[in-house]
């Protein structure tokens, strides 16, 4: 059974410090994994990593993967209240036939506080 | 503006009583898919379809079912409907692009689903 499973569950930390999630899967058939953030609405897109070793910016947040140890880990320098929401981490899975089939993790759920 | 839409966005309805939760998107994105979104289990994918006519279990198809008969649209429909049913329920599209799978995915604002 595929599994994409995320560390930690939650976490809460002060403005101003750096905090780094982790995505960590076992499923057959990997094709790629996803980046998104929660908040009181539908997902919003952070990141999509195919590649082992190149980092994906994007102001504060980036993002790596690694296929050999098999996970992901997001950072967030200098968090802002702003920052504030659900992480989640997905996988997309190549199935036969050409089909792509996600599977997500439960979420981080980040609290910055002021 | 690009969008995915849903409708409704809030439903309360009573069991075994067929519904049809509606989703479009404007983008001309191949993939679609649904999912639902319930506390401590996350997102799980329901059905999701490469294109028009090609439709794949997720992983929590039971109970539901799928068209695409239209690139833009995607509805879910709930034949019998039962309050395990009751969930926060999320479309979503994305561009195929060849050779790496789907790319960024955009959601809709999602529908609040309740069975009595």
């Known amino acids: 059974e595929d599994k994409v499973v995320q560390s930690p569950l939650s976490l809460v930390v002060h403005e101003g410090d750096t905090v780094t999630l982790n995505c960590s899967y076992e499923?057959?058939?990997?094709?790629?994994l996803l980046w998104y953030k929660q908040e009181k609405k539908a997902p919003t897109f952070l990141f999509m990593l195919?590649?082992?070793?190149i980092e994906k910016k994007s102001g504060r947040l980036s993002s790596i993967l690694d296929k050999k140890e098999l996970f992901s880990i997001l950072n967030i320098t200098a968090t802002q209240t702003g920052d504030s929401a659900v992480y989640l981490c997905?996988?997309?899975?190549?199935?036969?036939?050409?089909?792509?089939?996600?599977?997500f993790g439960k979420g981080t759920h980040l609290i910055i506080q002021p | 503006e690009a969008q995915v839409t849903q409708n409704p966005r809030y439903l309360i309805t009573v069991t075994g009583k067929k519904l049809t939760v509606t989703c479009s998107q404007n983008?001309?994105?191949?993939?679609m898919s649904w999912y639902r979104q319930d506390p401590g289990l996350g997102l799980r994918q329901i059905y999701y379809?490469?294109?028009?006519?090609?439709?794949d279990k997720g992983d929590v198809p039971e109970g539901y079912k799928v068209s695409r008969k239209e690139k833009r649209n995607f509805p879910l429909i709930l034949e019998s409907p039962s309050p395990n049913q009751t969930s926060l329920y999320f479309c979503?599209?994305?561009?195929?692009?060849?050779?790496?799978?789907?790319?960024?995915?955009?959601f809709g604002p999602g529908t609040r689903l309740t069975v009595l």
């Open positions: 997905a996988v997309v899975l190549h199935s036969g036939g050409g089909a792509d089939g996600l599977t």
């Open positions: 979503a599209s994305s561009f195929r692009g060849a050779g790496v799978g789907y790319n960024e995915q955009f």
């Open positions: 499923v057959t058939n990997f094709r790629s």
């Open positions: 379809s490469m294109n028009v006519e090609v439709t």
């Open positions: 195919t590649s082992s070793g």
């Open positions: 983008m001309n994105h191949e993939y």
